[in-house]
């Protein structure tokens, strides 16, 4: 049924002319509403400004804005819907500093080359739509692991390092969790136990060897031309949990055995269908001056060749390809990448140990670089050019936003 909202004056019109001919008004058909009261939805404009497919984006709206057009929109009382299907789309109220209040409305849009969709945001609740991120603690090993539904990742805590029942492992290093379904898995594996995760079964498994290394993408901070890694992580904090983001942070300090006065706090984003996730890390040096760093991927064996390439002006990526660790069912290719803004980047290097960029900070002020990993049996890539175009169009996306206009 069609739903109009009138002033008191055209209330008061209608109302008689209905008297007048004896009809009856019903009151799910009309809102009436009187001035200056606030209307409970509000549409926006999503616009694609390339010539490229995109599916799978998050739209981020301020929640000041949200609430500027109803206040009784709240943490559980914030949908969107297709303006166009009426379908409801995959939302997320978000706190983004863990204050315990909203600080945005995200939605997922994906929409076609130069297309403009509209949204309409709505003060109810919203429906149990399947989440397609997610990040956890692991209190036995002292592991965070994290997933998007295209591949996941985890890396390790002093839990790990220190305790009896495990193989001492001192690591900040990032693994790789391999995944060829959409569904997500790591609370699963972990259900299943270590031995059971290295195996294939169908799902995907934990292939990728790190060790005491930098493993797909880990920093470290640079003391002339000698790189120091940082110990297992000390503490952790998980800001938000999903459907649509994940954010958390991990906390490094001084390492024991140095005198390198130099701690990390490393905060991680990660979005919904997305091969790469946000690594920013913010150093803290006893000068509180410039630091040399390095984002790095361990080498592998089967001959991975490491490579890099200039993207786009604001943007370079560093990757690495090759055959998948071969053990207990490893097939197909793995690519590891990290997305560098080229204003840092100081070089790109190989040592006999990594691939290496090494980059400029500033103590305090937090760095920014993109970090991921697919695989071939996830379907998305068959060959090395495919994961290659893949990080040129993640860095178009970073180059070109959406258009969102708040009508």
Request: aromatic share 10%.
């Amino acid at each position: 049924m069609t739903r109009m909202i009138v002033s008191t004056e055209m209330r008061q019109l209608i109302m008689r002319k209905a008297t007048m001919r004896g009809l009856l008004i019903v009151a799910t058909s009309i809102i009436l509403v009187q001035p200056g009261v606030q209307a409970q939805s509000f549409v926006v404009s999503v616009s694609n400004p390339t010539d490229s497919d995109r599916p799978d984006e998050v739209i981020e709206l301020d929640w000041t804005t949200v609430t500027e057009h109803d206040t009784s929109f709240s943490e559980k009382r914030a949908r969107v819907v297709d303006a166009g299907t009426g379908d409801e789309v995959l939302s997320q109220v978000l706190d983004r500093d863990a204050d315990g209040t909203p600080d945005a409305l995200l939605f997922l849009v994906s929409l076609w080359s130069n297309e403009t969709r509209a949204y309409r945001v709505e003060a109810r609740g919203r429906g149990e739509l399947k989440p397609r991120v997610d990040v956890m603690h692991d209190a036995y090993r002292d592991d965070v692991a994290w997933e998007s539904d295209r591949i996941a990742f985890r890396t390790y805590g002093r839990g790990l390092w220190e305790a009896d029942e495990f193989e001492p492992l001192v690591s900040s290093g990032i693994d790789v969790w391999a995944k060829r379904v959409r569904d997500l898995i790591v609370r699963k594996w972990y259900g299943k136990g270590y031995a059971e995760y290295h195996v294939d079964s169908g799902e995907g498994a934990d292939f990728y060897s790190v060790g005491p290394t930098l493993g797909a993408g880990g920093t470290a901070v640079f003391v002339g031309d000698e790189l120091i890694r940082a110990e297992n992580f000390a503490d952790y904090r998980i800001i938000a949990e999903g459907p649509i983001r994940i954010i958390f942070e991990l906390i490094y300090p001084k390492r024991a055995d140095s005198e390198l006065s130099i701690t990390e706090t490393k905060r991680i984003t990660m979005d919904a269908g997305q091969y790469l996730f946000k690594s920013e890390s913010t150093f803290q040096t006893a000068d509180g001056g410039e630091l040399d760093y390095a984002v790095g991927f361990v080498k592998r064996k089967e001959g991975v060749v490491g490579s890099s390439k200039r993207s786009t002006a604001g943007w370079m990526w560093l990757s690495v390809w090759g055959p998948m660790e071969r053990n207990n069912g490893g097939h197909g290719n793995l690519g590891t990448a990290a997305l560098l803004p080229t204003a840092r980047v100081l070089d790109v290097d190989e040592t006999d140990d990594y691939y290496l960029a090494r980059l400029r900070a500033k103590s305090g002020e937090p760095t920014v670089q993109y970090v991921g990993a697919g695989w071939t049996a996830s379907g998305d890539f068959t060959s090395v050019e495919d994961w290659w175009d893949m990080l040129d169009r993640f860095a178009a996306r970073l180059e070109h936003p959406f258009g969102v206009t708040v009508k």
